[in-house]
């Protein structure tokens, strides 16, 4: 069975810089991976950020952005705002099915 | 813009057949592929299955047995059946298009 990878939790300060990670149990996630990165914050429906690695939606604020980084899919915030705190979920293909990983709930303090 | 409204009913004894309906409004079905999703209480995103307009299904190996996924391109709809539920099938069901456009979720509960 196909395991995803987060980190549980993170903390950043406002302003701050934070990576978050998705790894995978099969070995290194390539673009081929197509990767998908959501936030969900508190009694809300997901909200897509980023899709096949990099790409942002129109509503995806500037301050995130998406790439490889040593074998991982990675979430980059940029600048961040106490908004950003929230769950955020990456999600991978695997030839026909998709797995989304554990999340990773980012706190803002 | 493209919206997605889904409904079913919310609440199931076990061995039920769980049914949810999502409707594409703002937009057709060609082209795209749609999804259904679930986040059980307290717990991350799981991916259940996806269809496309020609029909062609992908669904979780977890739950393949027990999962259907169906269009109705004459209503610009796409359902899913879940059969056989358990208190393990209790969640929130997402629709969703190429999962940049979700539905507002449908809570089901499964008791007896």
């Known amino acids: 069975q196909t395991v995803v990878t987060q980190e549980p939790s993170l903390t950043v300060s406002p302003g701050g810089t934070v990576t978050l990670t998705c790894a995978s149990s099969t070995g290194a996630v390539t673009s081929s991976y197509s990767p998908n990165w959501f936030q969900q914050k508190p009694g809300q429906t997901p909200r897509a950020l980023i899709y096949t690695t990099s790409n942002k939606h129109s509503w995806t604020p500037a301050r995130f952005s998406g790439s490889l980084l040593g074998g991982k899919a990675a979430l980059t915030l940029s600048g961040v705002q106490p908004e950003d705190e929230a769950e955020y979920y990456c999600?991978?293909?695997?030839?026909?099915?998709?797995?989304f990983g554990g999340g990773t709930k980012l706190t803002v303090l | 813009q493209v919206q997605l409204q889904q409904w079913g009913a919310g609440l199931l004894k076990p061995s039920e057949t769980l049914s949810l309906t999502c409707t594409v409004y703002?937009?057709?079905?060609?082209?795209?592929?749609w999804i259904w999703i679930r986040q059980s209480p307290g717990k991350g995103l799981e991916w259940i299955g996806d269809?496309?307009?020609?029909?062609?299904?992908n669904y979780n190996p977890s739950l393949k047995s027990r999962v259907t996924i169906s269009v109705d391109t004459s209503k610009n709809q796409f359902s899913l059946k879940l059969t056989s539920v358990t208190a393990a099938d209790a969640a929130v069901y997402y629709c969703?298009?190429?999962?940049?456009?979700w539905g507002q979720g449908t809570m089901v509960t499964v008791s007896s």
């Open positions: 969703a298009r190429n999962f940049d456009i």
């Open positions: 999600l991978l293909y695997y030839g026909g099915a998709w797995v």
């Open positions: 703002g937009g057709s079905l060609s082209g795209d592929y």
């Open positions: 269809i496309n307009h020609s029909g062609n299904t």
